[in-house]
């Protein structure tokens, strides 16, 4: 499985974004997918994730309300939308694909295919 992150930029305080993971390989389409970030000097943590059976979907506490993702099968893409971003929301995001299908995986060693990173820098 291949994973292609993009979407980020630059976009002020109280400004959205829409990240794109595109996934490619004969079994992509088996695979839940997280986004996780990570700032500099930090660990990288969980930001939301969708489940491949039913398109459930989790959040972590400090995003939830405003961010949003979903998937498109059909492009097999899922997108994070991002609004009313702040400052401490800059970060690399990572796309990552898991086989996980009990719940929304939370956890980075939960999943198997990472994509590259894009880059989110926030302005206040």
């Known amino acids: 499985v291949q994973l292609q992150a993009s979407g980020g930029g630059l976009v002020q305080a109280g400004g959205s974004l829409r990240l794109s993971c595109a996934a490619s390989?004969?079994?992509?389409?088996?695979?839940?997918i997280g986004w996780f970030r990570q700032a500099p000097g930090k660990e990288r943590e969980f930001v939301a994730g969708?489940?491949?059976?039913?398109?459930?979907?989790d959040f972590a506490d400090s995003v939830a309300g405003r961010f949003s993702i979903f998937r498109d099968n059909a492009k097999n893409t899922v997108y994070l939308r991002m609004n009313n971003l702040k400052p401490e929301d800059a970060a690399v995001y990572y796309c990552?694909?898991?086989?996980?299908?009990?719940?929304?995986?939370?956890?980075?060693?939960?999943?198997?295919?990472w994509g590259q990173g894009t880059q989110v820098t926030v302005s206040s």
């Open positions: 969708i489940r491949r059976s039913d398109g459930a979907t």
């Open positions: 390989g004969s079994t992509s389409s088996r695979y839940g």
């Open positions: 990552a694909a898991t086989l996980v299908s009990v719940t929304v995986a939370t956890h980075s060693y939960e999943y198997d295919y």
